[in-house]
């Protein structure tokens, strides 16, 4: 343990009520520091969602240097702390958490989990994508958000997708007008199909919203840099093209929530 961690790490262990606990995690995500990853990780564990906000907005501050960690600690027996993870690997948006945002969305046991996935996988760090992996991860998070929109039984889980669709909707480059036209015909669809009035309120605001909001997207359009390697990248590609051979099978068996096995696929290894 270091030194600059030691009173933090501390004061979490000598918390003796709810709300001592949610501060003392405040205070190690306040603090900004690399070191203190894997211990806020393992405080969306602790039971307490004052806490774990706190974990997950460090986490979400921490950026990148979090994202393995995260994916590495993933959780799978526990949905709530997994649900916390997912919504952090969803803010932050990095590329090397795409799949395990297109597993969760489609698949997850958990409502929780599904629904900040799919909120995630609208919000990714697409300029940071190289053009030709861009398009093929866009259209795997589009038939993705497709799938949840049409067939999650959970209103709330859906909402998550309209709100996920619509920022898809902004990302998508130009000259891919047929991944835009598909957006919008799922939510037009919506408006008639939907049976939940607070999902289809959000699928009218989508659509207002979009009008307006398209043509400033395209006009501000940029591409940033990535601190991802092309080992990286060669490894992102080729799990999106394993996660298409796994998923024919899958799909083959008639039922769609077998796709859960997708979350299997481990986190990428640097070489």
């Known amino acids: 343990m270091s030194d600059v961690l030691a009173p933090f790490l501390d004061a979490i262990e000598k918390a003796d009520s709810a709300t ?20 806020l990780i393992e405080a969306l564990s602790y039971n307490n969602p004052g806490a774990a906000v706190a974990a997950v907005n460090g986490l ?22 997994r649900a916390w993870a997912i919504r952090a690997l969803a803010s932050i948006g990095d590329p090397r958490g795409l ?7 489609t698949a997850d046991i958990s409502m929780s989990v599904r629904r900040a996935a799919a909120r995630g996988l609208g919000n ?50 130009p000259g891919s007008g047929l991944r835009r036209s598909q957006i919008q015909q799922q939510l037009a669809g919506m408006t008639n199909e939907e049976a939940s009035v607070s999902v289809k309120a959000r699928v009218w605001q989508a659509q207002q919203y979009l009008k307006e909001a398209i ?52 986190p990428l290894q640097q070489p």
């Not at 606990?21 to 211990?39: F, K, R, T, W, Y």
């Not at 994508?129 to 991860?137: D, S, T």
């Not at 038939?143 to 902004?170: H, K, M, P, S, T």
């Open 124 to 173: 990714m760090q697409w300029p940071q994508f190289p053009p030709q992996l861009l398009e093929i991860a866009q259209t795997e998070a589009l038939e993705a958000l497709l799938f949840v929109a049409q067939q999650d039984e959970e209103w709330i889980v859906r909402y998550a997708a309209v709100v996920g669709l619509e920022a898809l909707a902004l990302a998508t480059q």
């Open 215 to 266: 043509p400033q997207a395209e006009a501000s359009r940029q591409v940033e840099q990535s601190s991802l390697t092309a080992t990286d990248w060669e490894q992102i590609l080729a799990r999106l093209y394993n996660r298409k051979r796994k998923e024919r099978t899958v799909l083959s068996e008639g039922d769609p929530q077998h796709y859960r096995e997708l979350l299997s696929v481990g």
């Open 20 to 39: 001592s606990l949610s501060d003392a995690v405040q205070d190690l995500a306040d603090a900004g520091l690399v070191e203190s990853i894997p211990h």
């Open 60 to 81: 979400v501050t921490l950026g990148t240097p979090a994202v393995s960690p995260l994916l590495e600690q993933l959780d799978l027996n526990n949905y709530t702390a």
């Open 99 to 105: 799949l395990t945002l297109l597993g969760a969305a």
